[in-house]
């Protein structure tokens, strides 16, 4: 039973390795390492935007929303794309081709502070959401070969440190492409699973979702999950730097441009294909009441598979599974800390062993994460905490005159404090009138206007602007 799915499973993890192998084979330097040059086109960009969008939660949990309710998650999706549409024109237009580092942009709008500060607050995120998504993609194997997760949290993180750490940005996005294909082939599989089983076909089927009303995408929530929809596509993609890096690499800013805007296609095509997927499970269970339905509603789409679908098939969906989430960030890490020193052949040999560092790193935060039974809302759930914050400075610090690093730190700080507390009293039930999905547009909108009234300060405002001129003179 688990010949087949074994050998596809390691030869799609030995393909993954090749390939960031062969495409590092053209770096030789540290600007090419966290930049490629500057030679990546748009439709590898927008590829690899997919690995990094979709993890294994994602493919389990959007067939289980649409297997229980119906497809309103598509309103998330359009704020999304407005979200993209900012991106393109504001984002792209104002930090393309500053350098690798993307708060280094805030360092020189506000200042050192605010810079160390968003740095921090991504590495603490990025590190966190990738031991979670390093930890379920074990977890999903682990439940499958009824082994432990802990030798395959050591393999995951091996294939990821092999396949990035020599060859960068250029290895990632490469590697990033095969994964995205992996995605796209195992829910194909699976709907084309589906749709061969119906009961009187494709017309039968709709019929049966459309008078279950499986098939609604507008509701009277839609305006507010459009607008936490765009906040928090706004706040993870444009204040990211693994996100934001790849499209650094792009060959100009129109490149970078049309690699969004193909990428914002490609992803729609992922979400309505995982959603039919979900739809297509209840009237597969619809039509089958006879059998037995999991405990859980959320892990239908593995229930389904080790219920119905022959070995190869469940094998094309456990590689989807496993590329989609061990793509781990290691390059947008390194690029921050230790960063690329000096440059040159020095700074490559610093960046690579710093992604190893930082391999190793997340390997073990997955260990320690898995101690804890709600490890799943940690990763998941702190992005709000972090990214509306700095989505807040990022905006301020785009238009109008240079504000103080001193009412920046201090709103970065004080509004991500406010946000966790915020997130941990919603996840204790102790607050009920604002979901957790409304904290990067609270975190933007309060960092935003905190910064602005700090910097009109006569303490705050004044101090920074004194520390400004100070470094202007010294310069």
């Known amino acids: 039973m688990y010949g087949i799915v074994i050998n596809a499973l390691l030869g799609s993890l030995a393909l993954i390795c090749v390939a960031g192998l062969v495409a590092a084979r053209r770096v030789s330097s540290a600007e090419g390492w966290t930049t490629a040059g500057r030679t990546l086109p748009s439709g590898l960009l927008a590829l690899s935007w997919i690995s990094a969008e979709f993890s294994a939660m994602t493919i389990l949990g959007v067939p289980a929303a649409a297997y229980q309710g119906d497809w309103s998650l598509l309103q998330f999706f359009f704020g999304s794309v407005f979200a993209r549409i900012v991106i393109v024109f504001v984002f792209l237009q104002k930090l393309y081709g500053r350098g690798p580092d993307l708060y280094a942009y805030l360092g020189e709008r506000f200042g050192p502070k605010t810079e160390s500060v968003a740095s921090g607050f991504f590495l603490s995120a990025r590190t966190l959401l990738a031991s979670v998504r390093l930890l379920a993609v074990a977890a999903i194997t682990d439940s499958f070969f009824q082994t432990h997760d802990v030798p395959w949290i050591a393999v995951f993180s091996a294939v990821a440190v092999i396949a990035v750490a020599i060859g960068g940005v250029r290895s990632a996005v490469w590697t990033g492409c095969i994964q995205a294909a992996a995605i796209f082939l ?34 009277w929530r839609a305006p507010a999950a459009i607008l936490t929809g765009f906040f928090g596509s706004l706040a993870a993609f444009g204040t990211d730097q693994e996100t934001l890096q790849r499209l650094f690499a792009a060959r100009s800013r129109m490149s970078a441009k049309r690699a969004v805007i193909f990428a914002a296609v490609a992803s729609a095509v992922v979400l309505i294909l995982f959603l039919s997927i979900g ?175 700090l910097s009109r300060s006569r303490l705050v405002g004044r101090t920074g602007q004194r520390g400004i001129r100070s470094r202007s003179r010294q310069g």
């Open 279 to 453: 739809t297509g499970l209840f009237v597969f269970y619809d039509q089958r009441r006879a059998l037995e339905l999991p405990i859980a509603a959320n892990s239908i789409l593995p229930h389904f598979a080790f219920q119905a679908m022959p070995d190869g098939q469940r094998g094309i969906l456990l590689v989807a599974l496993v590329l989609a989430s061990i793509d781990l960030p290691l390059v947008g890490l390194s690029t921050i800390f230790p960063g690329p020193g000096n440059g040159g052949v020095s700074g490559l040999r610093q960046l690579r062993w710093g992604s190893i560092g930082w391999g190793v790193l997340l390997a073990g935060c997955a260990l320690g994460l898995s101690h804890f039974s709600d490890w799943v809302w940690i990763g998941f759930k702190i992005g709000g905490v972090v990214y509306g914050p700095l989505l807040g400075v990022f905006v301020v610090g785009f238009y109008g005159p240079r504000r103080s690093d001193w009412a920046a730190t201090i709103s970065l700080i004080s509004t991500a404090a406010g946000c966790l507390g915020a997130l941990w009293m919603i996840e204790k039930g102790l607050m009920t009138t604002v979901e957790w999905r409304w904290l990067p547009a609270i975190g933007a909108v309060t960092a935003a206007s905190m910064t602005e009234m």
């Open 186 to 219: 195992g829910g194909f599989t699976v709907l084309a699973y589906l749709v061969g089983s119906f009961e009187g076909g494709v017309s039968e089927a709709l019929r049966v979702a459309g008078n279950a009303e499986r098939l609604v995408v507008w509701n």
